[in-house]
Nanobody, 127 residues
Framework: QVQLVESGGGLVQAGGSLRLSCTAS????????MGWFRQAPGKEREFVCG????????AYSDSVKGRFTISRDNAKNTVYLQMNSLKPEDTAVYYC????????????????????WGQGTQVTVSS
């Protein structure tokens, strides 16, 4: 079994920055892609960004492109989400997700493309 633990959420003013981290542990048998999703109250969970196993390929939703950056440190089994120029509409619970089944360089954008999830971390952006 694999565990994902997020950290780094909090309260920030509009225009500010936050960095989220997600560390994987447990029975990891292959290289894996990672993603970040978010869910605001009353809304469905939505894709934010993802990164392939090597870090060579990334994908972003249009709403965060140019403001958020995903990266990873495979030596630490950790993926990061640097969030800049935050807006009130970025307020949500942020979840990291792992695709621990080998799919080559795929970066899934749907929740069904990931088989393990973290517990979520709250990000609140005040106006």
């Amino acid at each position: 079994q694999v565990q994902l633990v997020e950290s780094g959420g909090g309260l920030v003013q509009a225009g500010g920055s936050l960095r989220l981290s997600c560390t994987a542990s447990g029975r990891i048998y292959s290289d894996y892609a990672m993603g970040w999703f978010r869910q605001a109250p009353g809304k469905e969970r939505e894709f934010v960004c993802g990164i392939n196993w090597s870090g060579e390929y990334t994908a972003y939703s249009d709403s965060v492109k140019g403001r958020f950056t995903i990266s990873r440190d495979n030596a630490k089994n950790t993926v990061y989400l640097q969030m800049n120029s935050l807006k009130p509409e970025d307020t949500a619970v942020y979840y990291c997700a792992g695709d621990f089944t080998w799919h080559g360089n795929r970066v899934a954008v749907a929740t069904t493309g990931y088989d393990h999830w973290g517990q979520g971390t709250q990000v609140t952006v005040s106006s």
